[in-house]
């Protein structure tokens, strides 16, 4: 049941903010908090939305590390588990090249 509003909730916020977009001609989350609040406002988004970014890559990075740490001892066949730095280096190195992009075309 959670789940069910959560979903209404998420549709509804998105719906909105669609809207809001079109009707102000922003284009982005800061420029719709501009035409609404004012320029703080899109300062803040940006803060806010930054933090945000910090915290899921974080979680993400830790995630990664712990699951590929325990892939490759169990792939390697290793007696010592391999070192979880020298795993996450590895990982973001391969990832890197996708993070750089300078458009989103393939989003679209």
Request: overall charge neutral.
């Amino acid at each position: 049941l959670l789940m069910v509003i959560a979903a209404v909730i998420t549709e509804r916020s998105l719906y909105l903010l669609c809207l809001c977009s079109r009707l102000t001609g922003a284009t982005t989350y800061g420029e719709v908090g501009e035409a609404a609040f004012g320029k703080w406002m899109e300062y803040f988004i940006s803060f806010i939305l930054g933090l945000f970014l910090l915290f899921v890559i974080t979680g993400y990075m830790v995630l990664a590390q712990d699951i590929w740490t325990a892939l490759v001892a169990i792939g390697g066949r290793l007696q010592t588990p391999p070192n979880e730095h020298l795993v996450l280096v590895v990982i973001v190195v391969l990832i890197a090249p996708f993070l750089v992009q300078r458009t989103l075309h393939a989003l679209r």
